[in-house]
T-cell receptor
Framework: KAGVTQTPRYLIKTRGQQVTLSCSPISGHRSVSWYQQTPGQGLQFLFEYFSETQRNKGNFPGRFSGRQFSNSRSEMNVSTLELGDSALYLC???????????FGQGTRLTVV | DQQVKQNSPSLSVQEGRISILNCDYTNSMFDYFLWYKKYPAEGPTFLISISSIKDKNEDGRFTVFLNKSAKHLSLHIVPSQPGDSAVYFCAARALTQKLVFGQGTRLTINP
């Protein structure tokens, strides 16, 4: 069974641009969560989707948005990129919100 | 408001000995706890979990202990191996709410 797939793995963007990251969950998993990891900040929760509905949202500005499609694949978008958005963005999927979450490899975003 | 805390940023253990990683939490509503292991530039890998109705769960070399009265959990790795060198995150969840992670502990296993 394939794991959680995140694309792209690496990305370099310029300040002010926008970016879209993609996450394909494990087959059968309907819950997808996104996290941001920066040095010294641990894993900061961005948002969680289940059956195309956003269930939870973290304390991030409105520049960060996401969505989930009917096939459970999810995308997150960051607009007007800032240098501080440089981070490893992680996606996790689970069967449902009460099940164990499994992570993808992450997308390393560098904003220059 | 850090609801899950890993107070030791790093830990160094000799190969073959026991590694004990600790985690404290403040939210009494947390009912499910997990440990993840993370290598640099990779996503966290699920290791072991425990429900609040239990106080111990074992899986091979990994054992998680939960002390609800102290709001404390720990991960024991016995025996420690070089491949265990990584950052370990504990995480907790209340009902079906979001996972809350600690800051992580970097474990180094010395030969």
């Amino acid at each position: 069974k394939a794991g959680v797939t995140q694309t792209p793995r690496y990305l370099i963007k310029t300040r002010g641009q926008q970016v879209t990251l993609s996450c394909s969950p494990i087959s059968g998993h309907r819950s997808v969560s996104w996290y941001q990891q920066t040095p010294g900040q641990g894993l900061q929760f961005l948002f969680e989707y289940f059956s195309e509905t956003q269930r939870n949202k973290g304390n991030f500005p409105g520049r960060f948005s996401g969505r989930q499609f009917s096939n459970s694949r999810s995308e997150m978008n960051v607009s007007t990129l800032e240098l501080g958005d440089s981070a490893l963005y992680l996606c996790a999927s689970s069967l449902d919100p009460s099940s164990t979450a499994f992570f993808g490899q992450g997308t390393r975003l560098t904003v220059v | 408001d850090q609801q899950v805390k890993q107070n030791s940023p790093s830990l160094s253990v000799q190969e073959g000995r026991i590694s004990i990683l600790n985690c404290d939490y403040t939210n009494s509503m947390f009912d499910y706890f997990l440990w993840y292991k993370k290598y640099p530039a990779e996503g966290p890998t699920f290791l072991i979990s425990i429900s609040s109705i239990k106080d111990k769960n074992e899986d091979g070399r990994f054992t998680v202990f939960l002390n609800k009265s102290a709001k404390h959990l720990s991960l024991h790795i016995v025996p420690s191996q070089p491949g265990d060198s990584a950052v370990y995150f504990c995480a907790a969840r209340a009902l079906t709410q979001k996972l809350v992670f600690g800051q992580g502990t970097r474990l180094t296993i010395n030969p």
